[in-house]
């Protein structure tokens, strides 16, 4: 399992280096109910950040136990390719961009 208990690193997709680092873990909010993990990316030198927010897992809307939470590079990456792939633009200027990316990371 590598990687499975850091709270941030880096990560290289398509050539280019990204930071990344667990914003909130899931939690139960009162008003939402379950909220799954968030991550926080950065392309190594560039200005604009993204925010990936991750579905609560299936077994706390099934009143399970939480279980361990796993961040590897497999699901980083995934998240990072959806980012790009919506929009997401690390070169240019602004506020960091929130995307909702589903429990495989699309």
Known sequence: MQNSSRLSGSVVVDGLEYEWELRREPQWSDFDGWRGMTIALQQK???????????????????????????????????????????????SRGKPMVFEVDADGN
């Open 45 to 91: 030198d560039t200005q604009r950040g993204a925010v990936i927010e991750f579905p609560p897992p299936k077994r706390l809307l099934k009143g399970l136990q939480r279980g361990r939470l796993q961040v590897s590079d497999a699901i980083v990456s995934r998240g990072i390719r959806a980012a790009l792939q919506a929009g997401w633009e690390p070169e």
